[in-house]
């Protein structure tokens, strides 16, 4: 069973740069280790995540198509994330560890439903 590990943090303080030292540290340990990224707002990884929520959702799409500035449409992914649960559940494979990369805005998992599920 892998320990799941989620980054948080407030935006530009390094989650992503973490995750992939942090991958790195445990792989190089000899653990098994895979990345969940779970911001669907980033432009780019340092890492190859074994699951990417960009596939299912884009808040660049959620902007253009609701007319949302960037913190609405990262809300609008949140929600629309915290009904794909299951789906995303069944990317998870057996390793040691998982770390989940989360977005930078906290009032998501501290005033939304959605951050904690």
């Keep these: 069973m892998a320990l799941n590990i989620f980054v948080l943090g407030s ?3 390094g989650k992503t740069t973490f995750t992939k030292v942090f991958s790195d540290f445990i792989a ?3 653990y098994s280790v895979e990345i969940f990224n779970l911001d669907p ?3 780019t990884l340092p890492y190859k995540p074994s699951f990417d929520i960009r596939k299912l959702i884009s808040v660049d799409e959620i902007m253009r198509e609701h007319g949302l500035g960037p913190n609405g449409a990262m809300l609008l992914a949140m929600e629309k994330m915290e009904r794909l649960v299951v789906k995303i559940k069944g990317y998870m494979n057996e390793v040691d560890f998982r770390l989940l990369d989360t977005p930078g805005q906290l009032e998501i998992f501290a005033f939304r439903s959605s ?3």
């Design 28 to 30: 190089s340990n000899g």
């Design 11 to 13: 935006a530009g303080s």
């Design 41 to 43: 707002g980033v432009k």
């Design 115 to 117: 951050g904690p599920s």
